[in-house]
């Protein structure tokens, strides 16, 4: 079958009404959490053939994320999924108002290499759970990952429901030009603009979750020993190929020393003295990529690491010292494990940095003073921010995650993940035992009456 045969069995799928039904729905999303469970040591298996991730990471930011997540929706489909009544208006009285839980119909998924797993899987709950039918493109960097990822949805969904479809950038190309309900795509910024581009030729809403340049800014009264804990953590987790990742620390000058003094001596306590030796470090994920981020340290005052080494794509994790913003490394987001250190000496030495870029997708603050954190909060936007931590706001359900402006439209996990792929559908129905006249024709010596309706009951 081709692509758009593929895409019209799904839609004939649909019309079926199939996939309205709740019971259904949730059959599905359970068998979906038995095979995952079953294929478990494959999938971490696949994640270290990929790039080396380690078992932990495997497990707490692929597998566990999605078995959480189906546990979730399992338990919510229910009350989610149910028709909400609305007050009615007096202007239209006698009636009722409900919205209407209403899926858009077939949707495409389009995944990242980055968390092959998890990034895959999660917007593809969403679409089933909110009763549509999906294709999802895993990503081609990838190859086991997204082989297991498509031997899990051969073996839980009828192709006609749910499909995957492996393949490089002229698959996904192929799947573009289709006419689609939805698109979700987890990607770059540049390719975000390629889907957005094909959406609109077709009126498609999209969600795209994109990445940018996040800042991590660290003030004089920040803990600085748990600072450093928490920004290696977040930096170096995946590699450093974390989309939420700090990008570049802008810390105060006074408080720099003492900062990367802990920092050393925490990448050495979480990795060892040689983090290539280390099992929790993950690889570049292919020669693309590290050449990539080669060239970033070329012409750079490296502080920490620096150590390269082609054959097995590793990167030490890497600080450099006060790039320019006009260096490759302050450039484009990073995507890996280098991370700049660039210093300010007062408050106002810090918006002509962040402004210099578009609106990242995250924001931390390390400090103690709580006016300062409050106000960054409140004067910059951007997709999410923690302060005192990095990228724990993904590990929150209750908050939607996504970008905003170039990191990203739309936001996604828990019941969002269910609402970004459900059309909230109005409907009012009235009675018809009361037909006030006052809104028919002839007019005459209404207007008071309406004015009126309008002001105290609409
Ligand atoms: P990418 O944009 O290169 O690829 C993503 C997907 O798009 C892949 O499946 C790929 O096949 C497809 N693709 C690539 N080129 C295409 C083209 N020309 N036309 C159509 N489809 C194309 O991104 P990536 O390298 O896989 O991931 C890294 C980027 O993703 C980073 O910028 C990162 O910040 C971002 N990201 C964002 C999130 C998020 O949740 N916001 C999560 C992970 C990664």
Redesign the pocket.
């Known amino acids: 079958m081709n692509i758009a045969q593929i895409i019209q069995k799904q839609k004939d799928y649909f019309k079926t009404q199939r996939t309205k039904n709740i019971s259904f729905r949730k059959k599905s999303l359970q068998n979906l959490k038995s095979e995952i469970q079953k294929r478990e040591a494959d999938i971490i298996d696949a994640l270290y053939k990929d790039f080396k991730k380690s078992e932990f990471e495997s497990y707490a930011l692929e597998i566990g994320i999605i078995l959480a997540e189906l546990d979730l929706v399992i338990k919510k489909i229910n009350a989610w999924s149910k028709p909400k009544t609305v007050l009615p208006t007096l202007i239209n009285f006698p009636s009722w108002s409900k919205i209407y839980k209403d899926p858009y119909g077939s949707v495409l998924v389009?995944?990242?290499?980055?968390?092959p797993f998890q990034?895959a899987f999660s917007p593809l709950i969403g679409a089933v759970a909110a009763g549509n039918t999906a294709v999802l493109?895993?990503?081609?960097?990838t190859p086991a990952t997204s082989r297991i990822v498509s031997q899990i949805i051969e073996n839980v969904f009828d192709q006609n429901h749910v499909c995957s479809i492996e393949g490089?950038?002229s698959v996904?190309?192929k799947l573009?030009e289709q006419r689609w309900d939805y698109i979700f795509f987890?990607?770059?910024?540049?390719?975000g603009k390629?889907?957005a581009k094909a959406a609109a030729n077709f009126l498609t809403p999209t969600t795209l979750?994109?990445?940018g340049k996040s800042p991590c800014i660290i003030d004089e009264t920040a803990n600085l020993k748990i600072a450093a804990r928490r920004v290696v953590w977040g930096k170096f987790i995946n590699g450093g190929q974390t989309?939420i990742a700090p990008d570049y620390l802008l810390i105060h000058k006074k408080v720099k020393e003492e900062f990367l003094k802990n920092f050393e001596q925490e990448i050495e306590n979480f990795y060892g003295s040689n983090p290539q030796n280390s099992k929790d470090f993950p690889r570049i994920i292919n020669t693309r990529n590290f050449n990539r981020l080669k060239s970033m340290l070329e012409n750079e005052n490296i502080l920490i690491g620096g150590k390269l080494d082609a054959n097995d794509l590793y990167i030490a994790p890497t600080l450099v010292n006060d790039s320019s913003l006009d260096s490759k490394v302050m450039k484009d987001?990073i995507?890996g494990p280098i991370l700049p250190v660039l210093t300010y000496g007062s408050e106002d030495e810090i918006d002509p940095i962040i402004s210099h870029y578009e609106k990242p997708?995250s924001f931390y603050i390390f400090s103690n003073n709580k006016n300062f954190s409050k106000k960054l909060i409140e004067l910059y936007s951007f997709g999410g921010g923690v302060i005192n931590d990095t990228i724990v706001h993904f590990a929150n359900h209750r908050l939607p995650f996504g970008?905003v402006g170039h990191s990203?439209d739309g936001a996604y996990h828990g019941k969002l993940s269910f609402d970004t792929f459900t059309h909230d559908k109005s409907v009012t129905k009235r009675f018809n035992w009361l037909d006030l006249p006052v809104k028919y024709a002839p007019y005459d010596g209404k207007l008071k009456t309406v004015k009126f309706l309008l002001k105290y009951f609409s």
């Open positions: 389009i995944a990242p290499w980055n968390y990034l493109k895993p990503s081609e960097l490089d950038v996904s190309q573009l987890t990607g770059s910024v540049g390719v390629i889907v979750e994109l990445g989309c987001e995507f997708l970008g990203g």
